[in-house]
């Protein structure tokens, strides 16, 4: 018993099946630019495992600084385009006084999500307020079975729907805007699997275990044999 619990503390030091940290799901990192003034952009990932903890930022500024402050709404979807509605909608949040440097806004945590194709929209309030989208010289990051897709914009506000992502979005004619943004998130599968440093450490843990098991349970005496009791004697037989 000692040994069965002292493999289960051993797993339990080593971090084995307790959850994993953050991975990447979708990324464009790097250095922005400029801040892209179209009325509303988005971006697109595809991801064919589930993700839990998933957190969503974006690279957003205030595209028209001597206009009124940067503020909009961005929308997580799972469609974009003429039709879509409310109902295809996951998430959203409201945004104001968006700098005109730009900051990273932590958009969504705690999401889970499965898989599927998933639309991030930035949309400026109807009137044109400026809420912009950080775009620049990035790099792509995804993760295992993931696509990102980076084209689809609206290039004036006339195009905007009543409901943004159901606007009629395209790709701009001079390829499509790299946007700043970061889709993170614990993938949901069985259990990870040990890193061979980790099995080493645990292999020598399992060792030492053993060792101090035999030590603490030494092989065991043979009883000595029962000794002969007076009471045992038997008269001898009469001739």
């Given at each position: ?19 994993a ?83 990273l ?32 010289n990035?790099?792509?990051l ?9 084209s ?59 060792l ?28």
């Open positions: 018993m000692r040994t069965g619990r002292g493999i289960i503390l051993a797993l339990a030091i080593l971090g084995f099946g307790s959850p940290g953050a991975d990447v799901i979708a990324a464009q990192t790097g250095t922005s630019s400029a801040a892209l003034s179209d009325a509303a952009n988005f971006v697109s990932w595809t991801q064919t495992s589930t993700y839990s903890n998933v957190t969503i930022t974006a690279g957003l500024a205030n595209a028209l600084p001597n206009s009124v402050p940067g503020q909009g709404t961005v929308y997580l979807t799972k469609r974009t385009g003429p039709g879509t509605s409310v109902a295809d909608e996951i998430a959203r949040i409201s945004l104001s006084n968006i700098p005109a440097a730009g900051a806004e932590t958009l969504f945590t705690g999401l889970t999500l499965g898989p599927n194709t998933y639309y991030l929209v930035a949309a400026s309030d109807t009137g044109g307020s400026g809420l912009g989208w950080l775009v620049g990035f790099s792509s995804a993760g295992p079975g993931v696509t990102i897709d980076l689809g914009s609206v290039l004036n506000s006339s195009q905007l729907a009543a409901y943004a992502p159901g606007s009629d979005f395209f790709t701009a004619p001079a390829g499509p805007p790299l946007l700043m943004f970061s889709v993170t998130g614990n993938p949901v599968s069985g259990t990870p699997v040990p890193e061979p440093a980790s099995l080493v450490l645990l292999i020598a843990g399992l060792l030492g275990l053993g101090v098991a035999c030590r603490g349970n030494p092989t065991p005496v043979a009883p000595p044999p029962p000794r002969f009791r007076s009471s045992d004697r038997r008269s001898p037989a009469l001739p």
